[in-house]
């Protein structure tokens, strides 16, 4: 099953909205369906973001409005404001913008090749980074242990396994029993929706959490380990997350519980010192009172809805990446590790 692909002149995804009630995927040759798509969460989770960002630039290639190369630039640019904090999208998104500046004198068939080319190789590259998160991280679980995520993490955030579960899966596939505990992730439950859901399917043992019962495991000493991704991470390595995120990294470090996260180095966004520039987006206060549930609040009643919230990086005890797993202090890791992967 992978969340998102490519199929010749339109791009399949799985809807995330319907899951877990049924498995709907849907097909589109329109940049702006993946655009609505990402902003309703059907598309949803910073590396997945990237790659839709990277296949609607291809749509739109591939189906331009006018003139090919004024088109495409044109829906670049609504492309990468469908989300501000993942920074995975404007990533993509400047990727494919590069590639079509090296040909764009040339003819309409060499700009469509070279933008699938990239589009797929952005694809290609998130399996692989993904697969090698989980590698690098898993050697941080131990037999037994239990582990507590927030939001989804896993293979519906990414083209497949996922940035903090893949973690989970590669340590399970070793032969470690692990179990893991969701917090359900209010207001769009993402954790009680989807992670359980994909855990349940490779059939790794799952407990669904109230948010604020995390802190009650915590400090009863029920789990070993706290493990996220990351929407946006900052070069002192602070980390943009699921709002929720910021408490548990609180909870954790005053109970001695590690918090680790797991993120591709597309993720890190070399332009920022600090996570106090990274932009958090602010969603529909709706979600709140009525998001996947029935009406829970009084009509009329006022809800803020902030949908991420930012860790300070000296609550961060690793943070797992392709290239290998980075420790404090974080400016020095993460610069050598960009500096690896010809990143600046
Ligand atoms: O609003 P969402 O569901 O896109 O938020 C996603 C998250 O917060 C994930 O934890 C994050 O993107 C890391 S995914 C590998």
Redesign the pocket.
Same mark, same amino acid.
């Given at each position: 099953m992978l969340t998102i692909e490519w199929k010749g002149d339109r791009v399949r995804y799985i809807d995330?909205t319907e899951l877990p009630r049924a498995t709907v995927y849907k097909e589109t040759t329109d940049y702006r369906d993946v655009i609505e798509s990402m902003k309703t969460?059907e598309i949803?989770?910073?590396?997945?973001?990237g790659v839709a960002g990277a296949m609607a630039v291809l749509l739109s290639a591939c189906h331009p409005e006018g003139e090919l190369v004024e088109s495409i630039k044109r829906a670049a640019g609504e492309i990468a404001c469908a989300?501000p =904090? $993942?920074v995975?999208l404007v990533w993509a998104v400047d990727a494919m913008l590069r590639k079509l500046d090296r040909v764009e004198n040339e003819t309409d068939q060499v700009i469509r090749n070279a933008l699938t080319d990239e589009a797929l190789r952005i694809w290609q590259e998130d399996q692989t980074a993904c697969k090698a998160m989980g590698d690098n991280g898993a050697e941080l679980l131990e037999d037994g242990m239990t582990v507590l995520t927030?939001?989804?993490?896993?293979a519906l955030?990414?083209v497949d396994y996922? =940035? $903090?579960?893949s973690v989970i899966y590669s340590a399970t596939e070793s032969g470690k029993r692990i179990s893991v505990y969701a917090d359900e992730?209010r207001p769009?439950l993402?954790g009680a929706r989807?992670t359980a859901w994909e855990l349940m399917q490779r059939e790794i043992d799952v407990t669904v959490i109230c948010d604020s019962a995390a802190g009650y495991f915590i400090s009863h000493g029920e789990i070993d380990a706290v493990i996220?991704?990351?929407?946006r991470i900052a070069s002192n390595g602070d980390v943009a997350?699921?709002v929720g995120?910021y408490p548990l990294s609180v909870v954790a470090s005053r109970h001695g519980v590690p918090f680790y996260v797991?993120?591709p180095l597309s993720?890190i966004d070399p332009r920022l010192d600090s996570g106090e520039d990274i932009p958090i987006?602010m969603?529909d206060p709706g979600e709140i009172i009525s998001g996947f549930c029935p009406s829970i609040a009084p009509e009329g009643a006022k809800a803020r809805n902030p949908?991420?919230d930012v860790t300070p990086a000296e609550l961060v005890t690793v943070i797992v990446t392709e290239v290998g797993v980075l420790r404090p202090p974080y400016d020095d890791s993460i610069s050598r590790a960009l500096k690896s992967a010809k990143i600046d």
């Open positions: 995330q969460l949803r989770g910073a590396p997945a973001i989300r =904090t $993942a995975n927030h939001c989804n993490a896993g955030a990414t996922g =940035t $903090a579960l992730t769009l993402q989807l996220v991704g990351s929407d997350n699921k995120t797991v993120a993720t987006e969603r949908a991420f």
